[in-house]
C-alpha cells in the first residue's frame, strides 16, 4: 500500500515548475511591450498595462524563487529570454504593416468579364 501511495502523489520537480513559469513570463513580457505600444497609440487603457506588468513581475519572480538562495544560470537565461521576447513585442507593435489587397488572388476570375 505504501508504494501505491507514493506513485499515486508523485511530486512535480520544481525546476520544471520554474522553467513553465519562465515561458509563461517571457509571453508576459512579449504582451507587455505591446501594450506599451497599444498606450502609447490611444488604444487600450492604462489597466491593460498594468495587468500585464504584474503578471510578468510575479512570474519573473516566481523562477528566482527566492527560499533557493542566489541566482543561478537558469534566472539568467529566462530573463534574457524575457528582455528578447520584450523587445520583439514592442518592435512588432510599433512597426506599421502595410494593407494587402488579396481580392485577386481569394478571386481569380473576378477581373474576367463573363
Same mark, same amino acid.
Given at each position: ?9 508523485m ?6 515548475? /520554474?522553467?513553465?513559469?519562465?515561458v ?7 504582451m ?6 497599444s ?5 487600450? @487603457?492604462?489597466?491593460n ?5 504584474? /503578471?510578468?513581475t ?7 524563487y527566492p ?12 530573463w534574457a ?10 518592435w512588432d507593435?510599433? /512597426?506599421? @504593416?502595410?494593407h ?5 488572388e481569394?478571386f481569380?476570375?473576378?477581373d /474576367?468579364?463573363?
Amino acid at each position: 500500500m505504501g508504494l501505491l501511495w507514493q506513485t499515486q502523489n508523485m511530486p512535480v520537480p520544481i525546476d520544471f515548475m /520554474r522553467g513553465l513559469i519562465g515561458v509563461i513570463g517571457i509571453g508576459c513580457a512579449y504582451m507587455l511591450a505591446r501594450s506599451i505600444v497599444s498606450l502609447r497609440k490611444g488604444q487600450v @487603457r492604462i489597466s491593460n498595462l498594468y495587468s500585464w506588468l504584474i /503578471r510578468m513581475t510575479l512570474c519573473m519572480a516566481a523562477v528566482w524563487y527566492p527560499a533557493r538562495g542566489g541566482v543561478d544560470s537558469a534566472d539568467l537565461a529566462i530573463w534574457a529570454l524575457a528582455a528578447v521576447a520584450f523587445a520583439t513585442g514592442y518592435w512588432d507593435a510599433s /512597426r506599421v @504593416r502595410k494593407h494587402e489587397d488579396l481580392t485577386h488572388e481569394m478571386f481569380p476570375d473576378s477581373d /474576367r468579364d463573363g
